[in-house]
């Protein structure tokens, strides 16, 4: 008897030190698998830290490289425009000379508070001094491409402009047909040939929808009568009629479509630091039409658009009213 309760003390006391070694044992375990853990969340921390800060630095040489293309593109701009988002669209086609020439050139303002757009219409003709010579504006997409007509365009209106876009014909036609046509009055019998530049114009006097071919030579067309005067006024017409197309409720189911034309098939100087803005600007498109003019100026004998300065800067100042910027600028003297 005595032997058995013996026995069954130095099992017990065996049984406690195994018990006891078993608990250093899982201490010293889980030790180590804190320190692990805390190596492992300081290693993934320092190596998220290295890769946000590469990405930081990689975001900043990224943005800095854009602002540097976005001033050589458009030079320095205007703080008094930053109300605005100002784009300038260039519909170019084959010149006379072989090369691509700016055929359309408006300049499309949007009120960023209010959505409300105007559009100036300048002529092909317009005569303007290109780098210690004179020519065409029309004409320096040629040698120049659209950053050249856009630094032109904004010394002679004297204003900012923001981004450019350059659409051929036909994606243009492409473009109208998807959104299924552009109802419109066409002023007069419009009857034009030239096989030199594969160019057919035949369309009848009435209100008719045309498809992408037809608006295209519609505002192609040049009448004798008006010469550029009617073409500026025929596309400020249409663009009306086309602005109020885009507003529809049917225009919805064809963003896609429209995204991959603007996507692929257009030039477009916006990057992805203009993206989010441009698509909240016409995210709130007014649904007034826009407010059009036309370049102040006058055609001469040779056909060239010879712009009035003074009327120029006249107009500009109604367009884009300084008030608003003076208002903002704080008196140092009334904040103490």
Known sequence: MANTTKSNIEKK??????????????????????????????????????????????????????YERRTARTGEIDPKFDGYTNILILGIDDGE?????????????????TGKSRLISIPRDTWVSADSSAGRLGSLYTWGGASLIVRHISNLLGISIHQYIVIDMSTFAELVDIFGGVD???????????????????LKQGYQRLDGEEAQ????????????????????????????????????????????IFRNKMETSAEIFDSAH??????RMSSDPPATI?????ENEL???EPNLKEIDSRIQELFPVQDISAEIVNPDEEE
């Open 97 to 113: 000379n072989g090369g691509q020439e700016a055929d359309t050139i408006i300049l499309l303002s949007f009120s960023n508070d």
């Open 294 to 298: 036309m370049l102040p100026g006058r």
């Open 303 to 305: 056909g060239i658009w």
């Open 184 to 202: 419109i009055y066409v002023e007069e019998n419009m009857d034009y040939e030239d096989p030199a530049a594969d160019l057919s114009i035949h």
């Open 13 to 66: 006391r065996k049984f406690k030190k195994q018990l006891r070694r078993y608990r250093i044992i899982r201490a010293i375990f889980m030790c180590v698998i804190t320190i692990l853990i805390c190596t492992a969340v300081l290693f993934v921390g320092l190596g998220v830290y290295n890769i946000a800060n590469r990405v930081y630095d990689e975001f900043i040489s990224m943005y800095e490289g854009y």
């Open 278 to 283: 441009l698509a909240n600007v016409l995210r």
């Open 217 to 260: 030579k519609y505002l192609r067309y040049q009448s004798a009568k008006l010469g550029d005067v009617g073409r500026v006024q025929r596309q400020q017409k249409f663009f009306k009629a086309f602005y109020a197309k885009v507003l529809q409720l049917e225009t919805i189911p064809k963003l896609p479509a429209i995204a991959d």
